[in-house]
Structure formats: C-alpha cells, structure tokens
C-alpha cells in the first residue's frame, strides 16, 4: 500500500527558505512520477513540481528558479528545496504519486486537476510566509 507523509512546513519570512520532504513507501521510484502540489484557501490547485526517474523534472513557471525538486530513492524519499520564498508561496503542500507515469511536464498538469484517477496524495504540510 503506498503512503506518502510530507513534513517541514513551516512559517518563514519572505525571502526565507524551507527544505519540505516527502517519505513513500509501497513505491517503485523508476515506475512512478512524483511531486508537489499546493493550495491555499480559496484558490485553485496548482502543480509546483514533479520528477519522474530523478533527472526528468517540471515546474511550474511561479516557482522556476526558486524550487528545486529532488528524489532519493535509497531513501524513498522526494524533496522540495524552496528558496527566495513569497507570501504567494503560502499554501498547503501536498506530496503525490501516480503509476505507469512517465512524463513529469505532464504529472505536473494532472496532479492539479481535482478528479485527477490513481494520484496517491498525502496529507500535507503548511508553508506560511509573511511580507
């Protein structure tokens, strides 16, 4: 049974940085796309990041440059390194996972849509950054 559990949420300044991870288990790392989500109250989902067999990667334009996604599979764990943070960035954060997926660009626009079919997700964590 797959489980995601993210933690490192935290409340940081604008500028600040945060190193958010997400711990699976009951994943084949080389047979899934992996990645974040967010959303905060009263706004769409949005795709931030996803990798897929550890070199291929999207992110969504808001935080190119900024975010770096990162997996290590020895460690069956995915990573989100934020940096330069915006209070825009506010949100909850959402690890998730999907099978048979092998295109990050688009598990990046999928793992946003809300009937999105076999998305493993987590229970997120909050990142809170004030001006």
């Known amino acids: 049974q797959v489980q995601l559990v993210e933690s490192g949420g935290d409340s940081v300044q604008a500028g600040g940085s945060l190193r958010l991870s997400c711990a699976a288990s009951g994943i084949i790392p080389d047979t899934y796309c992996m990645g974040w989500f967010r959303q905060a109250p009263g706004k769409e989902r949005e795709g931030v990041a996803t990798i897929h067999n550890t070199r291929d990667s999207a992110y969504a334009p808001s935080v190119e440059g900024r975010f770096t996604i990162s997996q290590d599979n020895a460690k069956n764990t995915l990573y989100l390194q934020m940096h330069n943070l915006k209070p825009e960035d506010t949100a909850m954060y959402y690890c998730?996972?999907?099978?048979?997926?092998?295109?990050?660009?688009?598990?990046?626009?999928?793992?946003?849509?809300?009937?999105?079919?076999?998305?493993?997700r987590g229970q997120g964590t909050q990142v809170t950054v004030s001006a």
């Open positions: 998730a996972a999907q099978s048979g997926c092998y295109a990050a660009m688009w598990f990046l626009w999928y793992v946003a849509q809300e009937d999105a079919n076999n998305v493993y």
